[in-house]
């Protein structure tokens, strides 16, 4: 299965993918790594492993249609079959989620569909399940629809939220589940295991 992975920051999560298939966990290849912004980890990573980037902003066009336009040309050019969003924080066009309809997944660090979207990422939404006084967080890998967080559910892992427990400590607990979910959530999907129909998904 030949991935597309969209990135905004260090790209841990683009790096657990790389590693799960160096690894031959995931029978699968990263064939561009696509960032609105130049000068972040996950760039940095792709370069070192000689992986195609493209640095596509909305700064750098005239509307959403033509940013689509360009994200529809990289990811044909590169013969994209997948898209994984790891990390990437802004939203996808419409047109693109349409094209790559039920092959775009995203990685999301909490129980959706409690603590989702718009404006919930990174550590809004730890300080936000902290606040609210949950015994229990996870890590989330759903399918991209046209809402923030909204797409069915493929795979999830819980984490314990202990007393002592600061926004900080919850992430980094599940940054480490997400390591671990995300390629094999990845991994279901290159072998076809994974069944949707309508709002639910599954992997047999």
Known sequence: ???????SGRGSNFLAILNAIDARILPAQIVVLISNKSDVGAMEIARAHNIPTQHLSQKMFSSEEALADAMLEA?????????????????IPARVIRQYCNRIVNIHPA???????????????????????EKV??????????EYDCGPIVLQKTV??????????????I???EHEIFPLALKAFAEGRVRIEGRKAWIT
């Not at 299965?1 to 990135?7: L, S, T, Y």
């Not at 990811?75 to 939203?91: M, Q, R």
């Not at 967080?137 to 046209?146: I, K, M, N, Q, Y």
């Open 160 to 173: 314990t939220i202990a007393q002592n427990d600061t926004p900080d400590s919850l992430a980094a607990k």
């Open 1 to 7: 299965m030949n991935i597309a992975v969209f990135a």
């Open 111 to 133: 129980l959706l569909p409690s603590f989702g979207g718009e404006g919930m990422y990174g550590h809004r939404v730890h300080e936000a399940v902290i606040a609210s006084g």
């Open 175 to 177: 940054l480490k589940i």
């Open 75 to 91: 990811l044909e050019k590169n013969h994209a079959e997948f898209i994984a969003l790891a990390g990437y924080l802004k939203k």
């Open 137 to 146: 967080s996870g890590a989330t890998v759903h399918l991209v629809d046209e």
